[in-house]
C-alpha cells in the first residue's frame, strides 16, 4: 500500500490526549490539546519528567494515547496500522544522543553505503547542518571514516551529522529533541535560522531545547508541566 497519504498534510491536531505507562499509575499526559498547522516552526519546552519525551513519542506515532484523538487533517493515526505507518513515514527525529557506524561521513548522512545518493540532497543536508567547512578540512572529504563509536569527531560533529541525516531524508516534520546540545552558539543559530528561513521545503519542525533564546523564531511554544501543556510567547519564558 502506498505510503504518502498523509505527505501533503495540513493540520496535526491532539485532541483531548491522556497517557500513562502500564506500570505508572500517575498521568503522564493529562487531557491534552494542541494544533499544528504544517509548515509551523513549533518550540516545546519544560523540565524533566514534565512529559516531554511521551509526548514526542506520540508525534512519532510510537505511543497510542488512553484517550483522546491523535488527528492529520481530521482522519485518527491510530485508527489502523495503514494510517500509522503512513504517519510514520512522515517523521524524522534527532535526539540528542546520535548513533553513527564507524563508516564513512556520508554514508552515515545517507544510510547508503554505495554511491546512489543524490547529490543536491546531500549537499543542501551538509550546508544546513554547518558540516561544510569540517568536511572541506578533511583529507577524504566526506568519504572520511567517523571510527568506531565516532572517536574521531567530536560531540558537536556527531550532532551535526545526526541532523544532516535527518535533512537528507527530507520528511515533512522533523523533531529536534535537544538536538544541538552540544554545538557552540554561533553553529546552533546558524542551523536554526536555516532551518527557520527554509522557504524550499514545507517542513513542520518540532524543536525541543532547554537553551531558551534559539526558540525566539518559534510561531508556537507549548510549555510543558505535570503532563498538562500552556501555549506560551518567547517573552514570557523570557521573564
Same mark, same amino acid.
Not at 7 to 12: A, D, E, G, Q, R
Not at 43 to 55: F, N
Not at 159 to 169: C, P, S, V
Not at 191 to 216: A, E, G, M, P, Y
Given at each position: ?69 491523535? &488527528? ?11 494510517? &500509522? ?17 564507524? *563508516? ?6 545517507? &544510510? ?9 540532497? &546531500? ?37 551535526? /551529522?545526526? /541532523? ?70 518567547? *517573552?514570557?519564558?523570557?521573564?
Amino acid at each position: 500500500k502506498n505510503l504518502n497519504k498523509f505527505n501533503n498534510f495540513k493540520i496535526l491536531k491532539l485532541s483531548n490526549i491522556t497517557f500513562s505507562y502500564i506500570r505508572e499509575k500517575r498521568l503522564i499526559l493529562k487531557d491534552l490539546s494542541i494544533k499544528i498547522k504544517a509548515g509551523e516552526f513549533i518550540g516545546i519546552v519544560g523540565s524533566s519528567g514534565e512529559g516531554k519525551s511521551t509526548l514526542l513519542n506520540l508525534l512519532c506515532g510510537l505511543n497510542k494515547p488512553l484517550k483522546g484523538l491523535f &488527528l492529520i487533517d481530521e482522519e485518527e493515526v491510530f485508527k489502523n496500522f495503514h494510517n &500509522l505507518k503512513s504517519w510514520r513515514n512522515q517523521v524524522s527525529y534527532v535526539s540528542q544522543n546520535i548513533y553513527l557506524t564507524p *563508516y564513512s561521513i556520508v554514508s552515515n548522512i545517507t &544510510l547508503r553505503e554505495d554511491n546512489s545518493f543524490d547529490k543536491e540532497r &546531500l549537499d543542501y543536508a551538509i550546508k544546513t547542518a554547518q558540516l561544510e567547512r569540517f568536511i572541506k578540512s578533511l583529507k577524504d572529504g566526506i568519504y572520511s571514516k567517523v571510527g568506531d563509536k565516532a572517536m574521531q569527531i567530536s560531540g558537536g560533529q556527531k550532532q551535526r /551529522i545526526g /541532523i544532516a541525516r535527518a535533512l537528507y531524508q527530507k520528511k515533512n516534520f522533523l523533531i529536534l529533541d535537544e538536538a544541538t546540545s552540544s554545538l557552540d552558539k554561533k553553529n546552533e543559530e546558524k542551523i536554526i535560522s536555516h532551518l527557520f528561513n527554509k522557504s524550499d521545503i514545507k517542513q513542520t519542525i518540532i524543536l525541543v531545547s532547554h537553551k531558551i533564546n534559539i526558540l525566539r523564531n518559534c510561531n508556537k511554544i507549548f510549555y510543558l508541566k505535570n503532563g498538562v501543556v500552556f501555549e506560551k510567547s518567547f *517573552y514570557d519564558l523570557e521573564k
